[in-house]
T-cell receptor, first 112, second 115 residues
Framework: EAQVTQNPRYLITVTGKKLTVTCSQN?????MSWYRQDPGLGLRQIYY???????DKGDVPEGYKVSRKEKRNFPLILESPSPNQTSLYFC???????????FGPGTRLTVL | AQKVTQAQTEISVVEKEDVTLDCVYE???????LFWYKQPPSGELVFLIR??????QNEISGRYSWNFQKSTSSFNFTITASQVVDSAVYFC????????????FGTGTRLLVSP
C-alpha cells in the first residue's frame, strides 16, 4: 500500500531534550516536506526537499533541522525543543514539484 | 507573495443542505496549482482535488463540485446534499510554479453537519 508513515504519532517531552520525528514514504517520490498545524493558522511549511541531499527552508524553519540522506526518509529534528513548538506535525511526499501531496498521519508533539 | 484566504471559520448546516466553502488566493505567478484537502475528526489529511491555473472548467465528483474563477482568484467548493460524514475541516491550498515545492494553506473552514 502506498503510504507515508511517521513516528512517533504522539510525543510528550521537556524543553531542551533533542528529538527526531521520522518520516518515510514507499512511493519513490522525490519531493518531501514537513508542515506544522496550529489552531487558527492552518498548515505552515517548515522545510522541503527536492531530492537526496537537497533541502530548503519553508515559511517557519526556525528551531528545526532536516536531512535527506535516502530518498525514502526525511526526518525532522528538534535540537532543543521549546514549548512554542508544541503542535501537530505532518510529513508529505509527492511525485512532482506541483503534484498532489500524500500526507502522513501526523505527529502530535507536546513540549513542556 | 502567495496567500490563501478562507474567510469562513466555521459553518453549521443541517443534513441535506447544500453548502459552499469559499477560497480566495493571491499569487503573481501565471502558472500555479490549487488544492482542496479534507481533515476529518480523526486528523488525517485527505486529498480532494488538484486544479492547474490553465484549466478553468468546473469539476464535479459525486456530491462535490468546484468552481474555479481566475477573474476573482477564487476556487470555491460546494457540497450538495450534505451528510454528517462531511463534518470536517476543509483546507484550500496554493502551490506556485516557482520550481520550489512550496504549498501555502488557508486557515481552514470547519464544517459541522448535524442530523
Amino acid at each position: 500500500e502506498a503510504q507515508v508513515t511517521q513516528n512517533p504519532r504522539y510525543l510528550i517531552t521537556v524543553t531542551g531534550k533533542k528529538l527526531t520525528v521520522t518520516c518515510s514514504q514507499n512511493m519513490n517520490h522525490e519531493y518531501m516536506s514537513w508542515y506544522r498545524q496550529d489552531p487558527g493558522l492552518g498548515l505552515r511549511q517548515i522545510y522541503y526537499s527536492m531530492n537526496v541531499e537537497v533541502t530548503d527552508k519553508g515559511d517557519v524553519p526556525e528551531g528545526y533541522k532536516v536531512s535527506r540522506k535516502e530518498k525514502r526518509n526525511f526526518p525532522l529534528i528538534l535540537e532543543s525543543p521549546s514549548p512554542n513548538q508544541t503542535s501537530l506535525y505532518f510529513c508529505a511526499s509527492s511525485l512532482s514539484v506541483e503534484g498532489r501531496r500524500f500526507f502522513g498521519p501526523g505527529t502530535r508533539l507536546t513540549v513542556l | 507573495a502567495q496567500k490563501v484566504t478562507q474567510a469562513q471559520t466555521e459553518i453549521s448546516v443541517v443534513e441535506k443542505e447544500d453548502v459552499t466553502l469559499d477560497c480566495v488566493y493571491e499569487t503573481r505567478d501565471t502558472t500555479y496549482y490549487l488544492f482542496w484537502y479534507k481533515q476529518p475528526p480523526s486528523g488525517e489529511l485527505v486529498f480532494l482535488i488538484r486544479r492547474n491555473s490553465f484549466d478553468e472548467q468546473n469539476e464535479i465528483s459525486g456530491r462535490y463540485s468546484w468552481n474555479f474563477q481566475k477573474s476573482t482568484s477564487s476556487f470555491n467548493f460546494t457540497i450538495t446534499a450534505s451528510q454528517v460524514v462531511d463534518s470536517a475541516v476543509y483546507f484550500c491550498a496554493l502551490s506556485p510554479n516557482t520550481g520550489f515545492q512550496k504549498l501555502v494553506f488557508g486557515t481552514g473552514t470547519r464544517l459541522l453537519v448535524s442530523p
